[in-house]
């Protein structure tokens, strides 16, 4: 009797389990769809300056984005730091604030201001590759996300399909 009580209790654990990570899926999907609006229109209106198609929500990329967001957040310190993954990436880290989607992708669509498509480099030393990326005219899929670390800052990332930013060659 005691190993089919063992049993059963394993199969009540597994079933609140499986509960819990639907409830969570759920509420991050609710949130998700304020978030991906958020980190679309302002990228998508950069796009539409330049007359480039706007980028695609690929739910594959948001899910990358969300495991590095996810391991950023366990460290702790939600440090600038690249996934080093296959696809094109924009990070943004904030602190003091509850930064949202927006905020972050108006940050890298305000690096125009340094792109010089005449020299197809950033002025003054300054960097303009979060806006290079933004505007890629090969990219045509984006997935982002945004985490809350431990210690209360604010680290959110973009992944882009295709990836840009190929040394010599324009975004547009």
Same mark, same amino acid.
């Given at each position: 009797? +005691?190993?089919?009580?063992?049993?059963?209790?394993?199969?009540?654990?597994?079933?609140?389990? /499986?509960?819990?990570?639907?409830? @969570?899926?759920?509420?991050?999907?609710?949130?998700?769809?304020?978030?991906?609006?958020?980190?679309?229109?302002?990228?998508?209106?950069?796009?539409?300056? @330049?007359?480039?198609?706007? /980028?695609?929500?690929? $739910?594959? @990329?948001?899910? !990358?984005?969300?495991?590095?967001?996810?391991?950023?957040?366990? #460290?702790?310190?939600?440090?600038?730091?690249?996934?080093? $993954? =296959?696809?094109?990436?924009?990070?943004?880290?904030?602190?003091? &604030?509850?930064?949202?989607?927006?905020?972050? +992708?108006?940050?890298?669509?305000?690096? &125009?201001?340094?792109?010089?498509?005449?020299?197809?480099?950033?002025? #003054?030393?300054?960097?303009? $590759?979060?806006?290079?990326?933004?505007?890629?005219?090969?990219?045509?899929?984006?997935?982002?996300?945004?985490?809350?670390?431990?210690?209360?800052?604010?680290?959110?990332?973009?992944? #882009? !399909?295709?990836? $840009?930013? #190929?040394?010599?060659?324009? =975004?547009?």
């Amino acid at each position: 009797m +005691a190993a089919q009580d063992h049993q059963l209790t394993r199969h009540l654990n597994v079933v609140v389990l /499986l509960l819990v990570a639907a409830m @969570l899926c759920n509420a991050a999907v609710a949130q998700s769809n304020f978030d991906v609006d958020g980190f679309l229109r302002p990228q998508n209106a950069a796009r539409a300056q @330049l007359g480039l198609a706007p /980028l695609q929500w690929d $739910g594959r @990329l948001a899910n !990358y984005a969300q495991g590095w967001a996810a391991q950023r957040k366990v #460290y702790g310190d939600c440090r600038l730091q690249h996934s080093g $993954g =296959p696809y094109g990436e924009n990070i943004f880290w904030g602190s003091g &604030k509850a930064w949202q989607p927006e905020e972050a +992708a108006n940050a890298w669509v305000s690096e &125009k201001r340094w792109y010089r498509y005449s020299s197809n480099s950033c002025a #003054y030393y300054n960097k303009c $590759g979060h806006y290079t990326q933004v505007v890629w005219r090969g990219t045509t899929r984006v997935g982002c996300a945004r985490s809350v670390c431990n210690d209360g800052n604010i680290f959110m990332t973009c992944n #882009y !399909y295709p990836p $840009g930013n #190929y040394v010599g060659q324009r =975004p547009y």
